[in-house]
């Protein structure tokens, strides 16, 4: 009977490590005193060659309890153990995915699934008959998430979704561990590789950029709405193995506050093997938080650029006039409780943006001013850091939401020489034209002198003359002081 029970634990302990993520396979060759460096592969190979050459039994203790911690279930007999018992991992192929991984369908899509995708000890809780359930196990089965809920994310404009590679998916402790591990496998179609090789193109510097992309997003898997972007807390990713580059961290806002990445979907598509025959693995590691959870999910979509948006802006169609005249008739209404009431509205021909006249004048349906904005400048902004908002009320302005305003296109193309209009209390509307100025003399400038002289005869006037001349005042009204003139006054010299 013991020797039995020894033979049985000698050929499951193989099946228990290699059913070992990287992290258990480091804390198992750690406490064996081996190197704990180098890929799961290598670790792997390093484990089970440390059971071939003879284990002590806290070693072998030291692997029970991992792979307690890994399937949190007490076994109440190496009977049950021996009823699940499954080949051990090939060490030829790549890691297993994790079994609440939510990737099932992509497994059994994938046509060399079979093959390329080993089956590791995946102990199945409608198996085991746990009567002495351990304290993990009670901690880690508190709450119960669906795999796959029915989270919604909100759309993104510059992208069209082709194809769902995976559902959202939620990310479930499977512990009481600080930071857990999810493995995520996918595959993809031979059109879908055609689709993502065609549209690549070179960058300078060896960098490669694709229009057609997969893309990973997580969220909060609430079902009440759309959810935006939302990472977790310490968010790590690899894909097929390598590490890959989260977005930086925004400036707290306030001091003290803890700093979070801006939640925006991840372009994974450089990492990804461009093979229908390869499965994609992609591992996520975080850190749960009390009260929320998170779903993550991967899509195949186009990347659409400033021009095509403003293109089926435009295709949308232009509102009606009267929308606006309305608008400016309800705002220019004459509050009787009210003792100040506005008789005309000054409204901007030029984008508060760009600083220029207007092209394609829009605004959110949300927005309650008439200023509007430039619709191909907005977009070529949000192009390059998505806000989406309102320049004018800094309240939120999608794409969605947008919508060209027809009195505006009337206005631009009715006069080409004003930057500025007024809307008068009937709606109708005219241009602001700057004044001229007209010139108007100062009271501080100089007092001009004028004599006054024959244009058309010379006058010569003898010595006898000029010393007769007198200076006299004029007596004429003028709106300016009086102005001296010289007036000669001949004189006889008296005789001598």
């Not at 071939?52 to 279930?73: N, T």
């Not at 998430?145 to 559902?167: A, E, M, N, R, T």
């Not at 709606?427 to 501080?444: D, I």
Request: with cysteine.
């Amino acid at each position: 009977m013991y020797s039995s029970q020894v033979s049985l634990l000698t050929e499951e302990i193989p099946n228990m490590v290699s059913s070992f993520r990287v992290s258990e396979l480091q804390v198992l060759l750690g406490f064996a005193g081996r190197n704990k460096s180098g890929r799961k592969h290598e670790l792997l190979v390093r484990a089970l060659h440390l059971l071939k050459s003879g284990c002590s039994p806290a070693v072998q203790i030291k692997i029970k309890e991992l792979y307690r911690r890994r399937f949190p279930r007490t076994i109440e007999s190496l009977a049950d153990l021996s009823a699940l018992k499954s080949p051990a991992f090939p060490l030829d192929t790549t890691p297993p995915a994790d079994s609440e991984s939510g990737s099932g369908t992509a497994l059994s899509s994938a046509s060399t699934s079979a093959a390329s995708q080993p089956s590791s000890p995946l102990v199945s809780p409608l198996v085991l008959h746990d009567t002495k359930p351990s304290v993990e196990m009670q901690e880690a089965s508190t709450s119960i998430h669906p795999v796959h809920p029915d989270v919604q994310l909100k759309s993104i404009p510059f992208y069209d979704v082709l194809d769902v590679l995976i559902k959202p998916t939620s990310l479930v402790p499977s512990n009481i561990q600080r930071f857990q591990e999810k493995y995520f496998i996918f595959a993809l179609t031979p059109q879908q590789v055609k689709a993502i090789c065609i549209s690549r193109d070179f960058l300078p510097g060896g960098r490669r950029d694709y229009i057609v992309q997969v893309q990973l997003r997580f969220c909060l898997a609430e079902t009440s709405c759309p959810q935006e972007d939302n990472y977790p807390n310490n968010l790590c990713i690899k894909v097929n193995g390598k590490l890959y580059p989260l977005p930086g961290f925004t400036p707290p806002l306030k001091n003290g506050v803890e700093q979070k990445r801006p939640g925006r979907p991840l372009n994974i598509t450089s990492q990804v093997r461009l093979s229908s025959a390869v499965p994609n693995q992609i591992s996520v590691s975080w850190a749960p938080e009390m009260g929320r959870n998170y779903s993550v999910s991967v899509y195949l979509v186009k990347q659409l650029t400033s021009a095509v948006l403003l293109q089926r802006l435009r295709n949308k169609g232009i509102r009606n006039p009267d929308h606006s005249r309305a608008l400016i008739k309800e705002k220019l209404t004459a509050d009787p409780d009210s003792e100040i009431a506005t008789t005309s509205l000054r409204v901007s021909l030029m984008c508060p943006l760009g600083k220029m006249r207007l092209t394609v004048p829009c605004r959110a349906v949300t927005c309650t001013h008439l200023q509007c904005f430039d619709a191909a400048l907005y977009l070529q902004m949000n192009e390059k850091k998505p806000t989406w908002i309102c320049p004018v009320c800094d309240k939120k302005a999608t794409y969605e939401s947008l919508i060209i305003d027809g009195l505006f296109m009337e206005i631009l193309n009715s006069c080409t020489d004003v930057d500025e209009i007024k809307f008068l209390e009937n709606g109708a509307w005219c241009p602001m034209r700057p004044k001229k100025e007209s010139l108007k003399l100062s009271s501080q400038c100089p007092k001009v002198e004028s004599t006054s002289t024959v244009p058309t005869a010379r006058v010569v006037f003898s010595p006898q003359l000029c010393a007769g001349m007198l200076l006299c005042t004029s007596q004429s009204p003028a709106p300016s002081s009086p102005v001296p003139l010289l007036i000669p006054i001949p004189f006889k010299t008296p005789s001598l």
